[in-house]
Structures are given as structure tokens and as C-alpha cells.
Nanobody, 124 residues
Framework: QVQLVESGGGLVQTGGSLRLSCVASVRTFSIYAMGWFRQAPGKEREFVATISWSGGSTNYADSVKGRFTISRDNAKNTVYLQMNSLKPEDTAVYYC?????????????????WGQGTQVTVSS
């Protein structure tokens, strides 16, 4: 069983930055591809970013490309989401997810484990 715990959410003004962290309680974190998803009120959960086991492959939603950066530190069992130039439409609960394979995925059903989420609110 893998437990994922997100942190780093909060309230920020438009144009500001936040860095989300997700720590995984698993012995072999390096074999998991990781992803970030988000869900705004009244909307479906949507893909944000994903990273392969080594960090060598990443993919981003068009809406966040050039503003968000996903990275990982396998020695710390942690994946990060650096969010810059935040917009009010980025307001959502952000979820970390783990996929029991090496390769990235953009579909939520491809992930096996989920964190509890962390709230990000961007004020205009």
C-alpha cells in the first residue's frame, strides 16, 4: 500500500507562486511514475502534470505549460509541483497520484494511489 501526503497549498494572489510537495510512504518510490491532478468546484478532476520514474520524461496540460514544473527527488520519496504565474482559474484542490509503472500517463484511471489533496486558491 502506498500513502501519499500533499502539502504546500494555500492562498496566493494572481501572478504569485506556490510549490506543492507530495511525500510517498513506499520503499521503492523510484519505480512509480507520478502525477498531479486538480479539481475545481463543480468540475471534473483534470490532469495537470506527470513525471516518469527517473524524471527524464514529463508531460503537462496545455493550460499550465510554461508556468508549472513537475520534478521529483527519489532519495526523499517526494514529487514537487512548482507553480508560477498563478491565475484565478488555477484555483482547485490539487491531488498527487502514483502509478505502479515507469512510464507517464495523463488519464486519472491509469493511477493506482491518490493523496487526500491540498487546496490552492488564487485571488484576483
Amino acid at each position: 500500500q502506498v500513502q501519499l501526503v500533499e502539502s504546500g497549498g494555500g492562498l496566493v494572489q494572481t501572478g504569485g507562486s506556490l510549490r506543492l510537495s507530495c511525500v510517498a510512504s513506499v520503499r521503492t518510490f523510484s519505480i512509480y511514475a507520478m502525477g498531479w491532478f486538480r479539481q475545481a468546484p463543480g468540475k471534473e478532476r483534470e490532469f495537470v502534470a506527470t513525471i516518469s520514474w527517473s524524471g527524464g520524461s514529463t508531460n503537462y496540460a496545455d493550460s499550465v505549460k510554461g508556468r508549472f514544473t513537475i520534478s521529483r527527488d527519489n532519495a526523499k520519496n517526494t514529487v514537487y509541483l512548482q507553480m508560477n504565474s498563478l491565475k484565478p482559474e488555477d484555483t482547485a484542490v490539487y491531488y498527487c497520484a502514483a502509478r505502479r509503472t515507469y512510464t507517464i500517463a495523463v488519464v486519472s484511471t491509469e493511477y493506482d494511489y491518490w493523496g487526500q489533496g491540498t487546496q490552492v486558491t488564487v485571488s484576483s
